[in-house]
T-cell receptor
Framework: TQLLEQSPQFLSIQEGENLTVYCNSSSVFSSLQWYRQEPGEGPVLLVT?????EVKKLKRLTFQFGDARKDSSLHITAAQPGDTGLYLC????????????FGRGTSLIVHP | DTGVSQNPRHKITKRGQNVTFRCDPI?????LYWYRQTLGQGPEFLTY????????KSRLLSDRFSAERPKGSFSTLEIQRTEQGDSAMYLC???????????FGPGTRLTVL
């Protein structure tokens, strides 16, 4: 059982479309991080959300942390082929020793 | 470039051989993490160090796996008596004590024949 469930697992869209991917958990997280990973490379940190209800924008990417800090979403507006990659959410569950937990990721392909 | 570096980038070995991977973290970071990632999965935490102290190693996959960070700078991950199931990408990351913001290296792709 994954502590962080990401959906959808795969997404294939055309350039210019909008999309939203989700990261859900039954546990409360102190913070959540979103990463993008390209094939054969390590994940690259995009953003950290900390406060329940927080919304952060990074150009065409909008990240939201749920009010209860159990879920997060990533919305991409007008997707471009350069957005192609594996989007991972991760975080430290609140309380206890810190062991980073990652979701399985959403694999996004944006076709020109 | 002052990012996290890993060597080698690729390693092909025969079953039963030992392999060692190296990670050089961002110099100001005192935390260093090792992960394993298989196809279709997110990174799986293995172990982490704060300076030279290994603070969590219960998630190492078996006693064939060991990691060191002798001087609190670079780290090595060793796998003894490799098995085909060890084939994966091994990722290293580093961070300040705000452990949530981790910076990853490019990974070492291990193939065990």
């Amino acid at each position: 059982t994954q502590l962080l469930e990401q959906s959808p697992q795969f997404l294939s869209i055309q350039e210019g479309e909008n999309l939203t991917v989700y990261c859900n958990s039954s546990s409360v997280f102190s913070s959540l991080q979103w990463y993008r990973q390209e094939p054969g490379e390590g994940p690259v940190l995009l953003v950290t959300v900390v406060t329940g209800g927080e919304v952060k924008k990074l150009k065409r990417l909008t990240f939201q942390f749920g009010d209860a800090r159990k879920d997060s979403s990533l919305h991409i507006t007008a997707a471009q082929p350069g957005d192609t990659g594996l989007y991972l959410c991760a975080g430290p569950p609140r309380g206890g020793s810190y062991i980073p937990t990652f979701g399985r990721g959403t694999s996004l392909i944006v076709h020109p | 470039d002052t990012g996290v570096s890993q060597n080698p980038r690729h390693k092909i070995t025969k079953r039963g051989q030992n392999v060692t991977f190296r990670c050089d973290p961002i110099s100001e970071h005192n935390r260093l993490y090792w992960y394993r990632q298989t196809l279709g999965q997110g990174p799986e935490f293995l172990t982490y160090f704060q300076n030279e102290a290994q603070l969590e190693k219960s998630r190492l996959l078996s006693d064939r796996f060991s990691a060191e960070r002798p001087k609190g700078s670079f780290s090595t991950l060793e796998i003894q008596r490799t098995e085909q199931g060890d084939s994966a990408m091994y990722l290293c990351a580093s961070s300040f004590p705000d452990a949530a913001k981790q910076f990853f290296g490019p990974g070492t792709r291990l193939t065990v024949l």
